[in-house]
Protein backbone atom coordinates (compact mmCIF):
# COMPACT_ATOMS: atom_id res chain seq x y z
CA UNK A 1 0.00 0.00 0.00
CA UNK A 2 1.86 3.06 -1.10
CA UNK A 3 1.72 6.15 0.88
CA UNK A 4 0.70 9.22 -1.65
CA UNK A 5 0.84 12.93 -0.71
CA UNK A 6 -0.56 15.69 -2.83
CA UNK A 7 -2.24 19.04 -2.72
CA UNK A 8 -5.83 18.46 -2.11
CA UNK A 9 -9.18 20.36 -1.83
CA UNK A 10 -11.70 18.89 0.14
CA UNK A 11 -14.94 19.15 -2.01
CA UNK A 12 -17.40 17.31 0.24
CA UNK A 13 -18.01 14.76 3.22
CA UNK A 14 -20.87 12.42 4.36
CA UNK A 15 -20.82 10.47 7.96
CA UNK A 16 -19.95 6.91 7.56
CA UNK A 17 -20.01 4.01 10.06
CA UNK A 18 -20.43 5.17 13.69
CA UNK A 19 -17.36 7.50 13.93
CA UNK A 20 -15.74 7.83 10.43
CA UNK A 21 -16.08 9.88 7.13
CA UNK A 22 -16.15 9.33 3.47
CA UNK A 23 -14.36 12.22 2.13
CA UNK A 24 -14.60 13.52 -1.79
CA UNK A 25 -11.76 15.15 -2.62
CA UNK A 26 -9.52 17.13 -5.82
CA UNK A 27 -6.10 15.72 -5.67
CA UNK A 28 -3.98 18.27 -7.76
CA UNK A 29 -2.45 15.77 -9.42
CA UNK A 30 -4.58 13.23 -9.85
CA UNK A 31 -7.71 14.64 -9.92
CA UNK A 32 -11.82 13.82 -8.01
CA UNK A 33 -11.20 10.91 -5.41
CA UNK A 34 -12.70 9.65 -2.53
CA UNK A 35 -11.71 8.10 0.45
CA UNK A 36 -12.36 7.01 4.40
CA UNK A 37 -10.79 9.02 7.00
CA UNK A 38 -10.99 7.07 9.91
CA UNK A 39 -12.35 8.39 13.36
CA UNK A 40 -12.93 11.83 11.65
CA UNK A 41 -16.14 12.50 13.73
CA UNK A 42 -14.44 11.31 17.19
CA UNK A 43 -13.65 14.21 19.59
CA UNK A 44 -10.13 14.97 18.92
CA UNK A 45 -9.80 13.75 15.84
CA UNK A 46 -6.23 13.74 14.26
CA UNK A 47 -8.00 15.45 10.98
CA UNK A 48 -9.13 18.25 13.41
CA UNK A 49 -10.79 21.09 10.71
CA UNK A 50 -8.78 20.34 7.69
CA UNK A 51 -12.37 18.57 6.23
CA UNK A 52 -14.15 20.91 5.75
CA UNK A 53 -15.49 22.13 2.71
CA UNK A 54 -13.39 23.71 0.20
CA UNK A 55 -10.62 23.33 2.87
CA UNK A 56 -7.36 23.78 0.41
CA UNK A 57 -5.05 20.62 2.43
CA UNK A 58 -1.97 19.15 2.10
CA UNK A 59 -2.76 14.95 2.28
CA UNK A 60 -1.08 12.00 2.50
CA UNK A 61 -3.35 9.12 1.77
CA UNK A 62 -2.78 4.82 1.34
CA UNK A 63 -4.07 4.00 -2.40
CA UNK A 64 -5.30 0.16 -2.66
CA UNK A 65 -5.16 -1.49 -6.05
CA UNK A 66 -8.40 -4.04 -5.53
CA UNK A 67 -10.42 -0.59 -4.06
CA UNK A 68 -12.20 2.45 -5.33
CA UNK A 69 -11.90 4.12 -1.77
CA UNK A 70 -8.20 5.14 -1.04
CA UNK A 71 -7.37 5.34 3.09
CA UNK A 72 -6.42 8.82 4.25
CA UNK A 73 -3.85 8.75 6.88
CA UNK A 74 -3.20 12.73 7.73
CA UNK A 75 -4.37 16.54 6.50
CA UNK A 76 -2.76 19.68 7.17
CA UNK A 77 -4.30 22.58 7.02
CA UNK A 78 -3.00 25.01 3.72
CA UNK A 79 -6.22 27.66 3.33
CA UNK A 80 -9.40 27.30 4.81
CA UNK A 81 -12.43 29.09 3.69
CA UNK A 82 -14.64 28.67 6.98
CA UNK A 83 -14.63 31.89 7.68
CA UNK A 84 -16.82 32.47 4.13
CA UNK A 85 -18.96 30.49 5.64
CA UNK A 86 -20.11 31.78 8.34
CA UNK A 87 -22.13 34.20 5.98
CA UNK A 88 -25.30 32.25 5.06
CA UNK A 89 -25.31 33.60 1.47
CA UNK A 90 -21.53 32.81 0.80
CA UNK A 91 -21.66 29.44 1.91
CA UNK A 92 -24.33 28.61 -0.49
CA UNK A 93 -21.91 30.22 -2.88
CA UNK A 94 -18.95 27.71 -2.12
CA UNK A 95 -21.70 25.08 -2.04
CA UNK A 96 -22.36 25.29 -5.81
CA UNK A 97 -18.77 25.24 -6.76
CA UNK A 98 -18.24 22.36 -4.79
CA UNK A 99 -21.32 20.62 -5.88
CA UNK A 100 -20.53 21.74 -9.91
CA UNK A 101 -17.12 20.71 -9.36
CA UNK A 102 -18.06 17.05 -8.00
CA UNK A 103 -20.41 16.38 -10.45
CA UNK A 104 -18.95 17.81 -13.49
CA UNK A 105 -15.02 16.05 -13.07
CA UNK A 106 -15.09 12.80 -13.79
CA UNK A 107 -12.91 10.51 -11.18
CA UNK A 108 -9.06 10.35 -11.44
CA UNK A 109 -8.87 13.02 -14.23
CA UNK A 110 -6.39 15.06 -13.94
CA UNK A 111 -7.75 18.38 -13.30
CA UNK A 112 -5.01 21.19 -12.48
CA UNK A 113 -6.97 24.20 -13.95
CA UNK A 114 -10.28 23.00 -11.98
CA UNK A 115 -8.22 22.94 -8.91
CA UNK A 116 -7.10 26.35 -9.47
CA UNK A 117 -10.51 27.90 -10.64
CA UNK A 118 -11.83 26.67 -7.28
CA UNK A 119 -9.11 28.45 -5.29
CA UNK A 120 -9.69 31.78 -7.34
CA UNK A 121 -13.26 31.46 -6.84
CA UNK A 122 -12.96 31.28 -3.13
CA UNK A 123 -10.81 33.34 -2.41
CA UNK A 124 -13.00 35.90 -4.52
CA UNK A 125 -15.78 35.43 -2.48
CA UNK A 126 -14.07 35.90 0.32
CA UNK A 127 -12.94 39.33 -0.73
CA UNK A 128 -16.28 40.03 -2.81
CA UNK A 129 -18.96 38.36 -1.53
CA UNK A 130 -20.74 35.80 -3.44
CA UNK A 131 -21.31 37.80 -6.55
CA UNK A 132 -22.73 36.11 -9.87
CA UNK A 133 -20.03 38.05 -11.45
CA UNK A 134 -17.58 35.26 -9.38
CA UNK A 135 -20.40 32.36 -10.08
CA UNK A 136 -20.91 33.05 -13.78
CA UNK A 137 -16.81 33.08 -13.95
CA UNK A 138 -16.53 29.98 -12.10
CA UNK A 139 -19.72 28.13 -14.10
CA UNK A 140 -18.66 29.27 -17.60
CA UNK A 141 -15.47 28.14 -16.95
CA UNK A 142 -15.93 24.94 -15.30
CA UNK A 143 -18.22 24.09 -18.85
CA UNK A 144 -15.75 25.21 -21.32
CA UNK A 145 -12.91 23.35 -18.88
CA UNK A 146 -15.43 20.41 -19.72
CA UNK A 147 -15.26 20.92 -23.24
CA UNK A 148 -19.03 21.60 -23.45
CA UNK A 149 -18.98 25.50 -24.52
CA UNK A 150 -18.63 26.52 -27.83
CA UNK A 151 -17.42 29.79 -29.15
CA UNK A 152 -20.09 33.06 -27.64
CA UNK A 153 -19.67 35.02 -30.75
CA UNK A 154 -20.39 33.68 -33.56
CA UNK A 155 -24.03 31.95 -34.62
CA UNK A 156 -23.02 27.84 -34.95
CA UNK A 157 -25.12 27.50 -37.65
CA UNK A 158 -24.04 29.87 -40.45
CA UNK A 159 -20.87 31.48 -38.35
CA UNK A 160 -22.33 34.62 -38.61
CA UNK A 161 -20.37 37.05 -36.09
CA UNK A 162 -22.77 37.80 -33.03
CA UNK A 163 -22.16 40.78 -31.26
CA UNK A 164 -24.34 43.50 -31.53
CA UNK A 165 -28.12 41.28 -31.68
CA UNK A 166 -28.88 38.79 -28.68
CA UNK A 167 -28.53 35.37 -29.69
CA UNK A 168 -31.04 32.07 -29.20
CA UNK A 169 -30.59 28.86 -28.15
CA UNK A 170 -32.32 25.80 -26.12
CA UNK A 171 -31.71 25.81 -22.75
CA UNK A 172 -29.45 23.50 -21.93
CA UNK A 173 -27.99 23.46 -25.03
CA UNK A 174 -24.63 25.91 -25.66
CA UNK A 175 -25.04 26.71 -29.57
CA UNK A 176 -25.79 30.01 -29.61
CA UNK A 177 -28.01 31.07 -33.16
CA UNK A 178 -28.28 34.26 -34.94
CA UNK A 179 -31.83 35.55 -35.30
CA UNK A 180 -31.73 34.02 -38.64
CA UNK A 181 -31.05 30.79 -38.02
CA UNK A 182 -33.07 30.08 -34.61
CA UNK A 183 -35.84 27.93 -34.56
CA UNK A 184 -38.62 29.40 -32.59
CA UNK A 185 -38.98 27.14 -29.24
CA UNK A 186 -35.30 28.75 -28.82
CA UNK A 187 -34.79 31.27 -25.80
CA UNK A 188 -33.08 34.80 -26.39
CA UNK A 189 -29.89 35.43 -24.22
CA UNK A 190 -29.24 39.31 -24.73
CA UNK A 191 -26.08 40.69 -26.21
CA UNK A 192 -25.35 42.12 -23.11
CA UNK A 193 -25.11 38.73 -21.16
CA UNK A 194 -22.85 36.99 -23.64
CA UNK A 195 -20.77 40.39 -23.38
CA UNK A 196 -19.81 39.08 -19.70
CA UNK A 197 -19.39 35.74 -20.74
CA UNK A 198 -16.71 36.77 -23.60
CA UNK A 199 -15.14 38.68 -21.04
CA UNK A 200 -15.00 36.02 -18.18
CA UNK A 201 -13.85 33.18 -21.11
CA UNK A 202 -10.66 35.54 -22.43
CA UNK A 203 -9.45 37.49 -19.12
CA UNK A 204 -8.79 37.35 -15.68
CA UNK A 205 -11.62 37.18 -13.07
CA UNK A 206 -9.62 40.44 -11.92
CA UNK A 207 -10.59 42.57 -14.67
CA UNK A 208 -14.15 40.76 -15.30
CA UNK A 209 -14.91 42.32 -11.44
CA UNK A 210 -13.07 45.57 -12.37
CA UNK A 211 -15.33 46.19 -15.50
CA UNK A 212 -18.46 45.98 -12.96
CA UNK A 213 -20.62 44.04 -15.38
CA UNK A 214 -24.59 45.02 -14.58
CA UNK A 215 -26.08 42.36 -11.89
CA UNK A 216 -29.01 41.51 -14.59
CA UNK A 217 -26.42 40.49 -17.18
CA UNK A 218 -24.48 38.65 -14.94
CA UNK A 219 -27.53 36.78 -13.46
CA UNK A 220 -28.64 35.62 -17.26
CA UNK A 221 -25.40 34.29 -18.07
CA UNK A 222 -24.68 32.83 -15.25
CA UNK A 223 -28.35 30.99 -15.60
CA UNK A 224 -26.69 30.21 -19.35
CA UNK A 225 -24.08 28.61 -17.96
CA UNK A 226 -25.61 26.66 -14.67
CA UNK A 227 -28.07 25.47 -17.51
CA UNK A 228 -25.49 24.04 -19.70
CA UNK A 229 -24.09 22.38 -16.70
CA UNK A 230 -27.33 20.58 -15.67
CA UNK A 231 -27.34 18.94 -19.03
CA UNK A 232 -24.12 17.20 -18.84
CA UNK A 233 -24.43 16.38 -15.50
CA UNK A 234 -28.49 15.14 -15.75
CA UNK A 235 -29.07 16.44 -12.34
CA UNK A 236 -30.67 19.98 -11.08
CA UNK A 237 -28.24 21.41 -8.77
CA UNK A 238 -29.30 21.80 -5.41
CA UNK A 239 -27.02 24.20 -4.26
CA UNK A 240 -28.24 26.45 -7.61
CA UNK A 241 -31.84 26.90 -5.93
CA UNK A 242 -30.70 27.44 -2.82
CA UNK A 243 -28.86 30.30 -4.24
CA UNK A 244 -31.21 31.65 -5.86
CA UNK A 245 -33.74 32.12 -4.07
CA UNK A 246 -31.25 33.95 -1.68
CA UNK A 247 -29.74 35.84 -3.63
CA UNK A 248 -32.08 38.81 -3.77
CA UNK A 249 -30.24 39.86 -0.67
CA UNK A 250 -26.71 40.44 -2.04
CA UNK A 251 -25.66 43.48 -2.32
CA UNK A 252 -24.13 44.88 -6.18
CA UNK A 253 -20.74 44.66 -6.28
ZN1 LIG B 1 -26.91 32.13 -38.13
Redesign the pocket.
Known amino acids: MPLKESEAIVLRTYPLGEGDRLVSFLDRQSGRIRGVARGARLPKSRFGSTLEMLAYIRIWYFERETRELVRLNQCELIESFMDVQRDYLSSVGLALVSEVTELALGEREAADAQFRLILLTARAIRTHGPSQVILAYFSLWTARLGGWLGPLDS?S??T?ALGVEAAFHSPGFAEL??A??RDNRMAKISNEALAVGRLALSGTLERLLKENPAMSSAKEILSYALDVLEQHIEKKLISRKTFETGESGIAEI
Open positions: CRCRYCEC
